[in-house]
């Protein structure tokens, strides 16, 4: 049985399904065709091993088939799998297609029971397949006893068989977090150097290939990250073996050796569009320039067509590299050529400034925090807690919707946050939560809704991490309101809040110091 690290909820979801096609006279199965999909090295053949191995546990009969075929030749393997549970059945039936013979022998298993099928590495960009297999799923799985499971490396999509799509549910393999990397590490019997195994982590971002490569490099051949002489040749192997040999392998050399130079530019931003494409190209990549912005946008879907590794981000508004390989690229780059590396954030940091001074709305917010995360590689940290303070500052003077926006997508970007110094993280936080409790305060004293908009108030003033003594400081506030204004910001309200369930769970560790001092304030007035 193959063992899972990090993949609880990818066997939760298999497991159900599994005990759903068992009893499938009593129990609809929900999610009768998955899509497991991620990039070359995340893990989606372990999946197919392990249901394969649950199958064969449970004695469920199951058709595994490696997909990357053409249609013709996966029909055939179709029928080559159901002999090996029905050694009569035979594909010799005169004016019938290869399709038709494999729906007849999947049918022909189907009468003996349940049934599990597992397609792996399905070529999303190959439609010649991706219609067959749509055919055929479309002729055998509205019959409760068959479970499909799918690996790609991007989403597929069924257009031909509306049925089939209705059935399909897509769930996307995530790299390890840092303490399933660790349990990995465990498994795999790695040293248990602790500054090694964040080496390692830092370096993969928990990409299990990655992670494997990395780990036999330095166990095998004693590379050791931390020593600055073995970097270069530790990362030329992790690059060889995991993007030439895996994620590009499918590649002609010439064509693969454009695409690096292209990729090892367009890594260092986390997004683009055709604009800082051809800016970034243009100045650093002349091999590369292209003579119109058409040119630059049949550029961008080339490189997406055919290495699978870019694509539109709706999130994030433009194109960017798959995050785990991204990452091994910009370490490449930081690692072979740190000057320039240094020079292309400058130069990201200068053009997204000029858009956000230039673009309104929602974009204006985007590429504001692509200056600040690009200004964080190369500026002093004096200089950066200026810059940040003074973009917060004028942020706050926007609309509220763009504050929002800000504040949501800040508290969200793990990755921007890596770059700051924690003191520059708790002073952003400090000013975004200043500024929502002001807000809220604003809105209670205006006499609608006020318990709603203190209960934001006392939330967001607490999180501040500014707030050394917090015991003084709400005392102070608690006092000053109900001296304020007594009928808006009665002591009696006051404890209302602090009886509030809701509020008590918001405030968390808090929420004893909060009743305590507003029972100090009701003893008070009497």
Known sequence: MVTFINREEE????????????DYKHVLLRTPIIDFHGIDGIGKTSIVQHIEGLCEQAHIPYIRIAANKTAQEFSQSVIQQVRRYNKFFSDEQPDTSSLQQSIIAIKDLLKRGVVVMLLDAVDPLNRELIDRIANTLSEVIDENKLFVVLTSRKVLAFE????????????????????????????????PNREVRDYIYDWTRGYPLAIEVMTNAIIQQGLDPRIAANQQPLMEQIFHQVIEEKVLAHLKPSLRDKYQTALLLLAIPRRFNVVIMQELIERFEPTLKRESSIAYINLSQEI????????????????????????????????EQDGRYLEIHRFLASLNKQLADTIPGTDHILYMREYLYHSAFTVEPLEMSRILEQAVQQIIK???????????????????????????????????????????????RQGTNTERFLREFFYYTLKDPHILDQRSHLDQLLHKLNEEDVQIFSAQLFATLAEDEEFKTALGQHAELFSSLVQQLLEGEH
């Open 11 to 22: 066997k939760e979801v298999i497991r159900e399904s599994l005990q759903a096609l068992r």
């Open 160 to 191: 031909s068989a509306r049925t089939v799509a209705r059935k399909l549910s897509s769930i996307a393999l995530k790299p390890f977090d840092q303490k399933s990397c660790a349990d990995y590490l465990d498994e795999v019997g790695t040293p």
């Open 304 to 335: 997406i067509r055919e290495t699978g590794i870019l694509s539109w981000n709706m999130l994030k508004a433009g194109f960017s590299i798959d995050a785990p390989v991204r990452h091994i690229y910009l370490l490449k780059s930081k690692i």
């Open 398 to 444: 926007e609309s509220p919707i763009l504050f929002e926006q800000f504040y949501e997508e800040f508290s969200q970007d793990k990755d921007f946050q890596e770059q700051l110094s924690s003191e520059q993280t708790l002073k952003v936080h400090s000013l975004l939560y200043q500024h929502r409790a002001q807000t809220n305060l604003q809105l209670a």
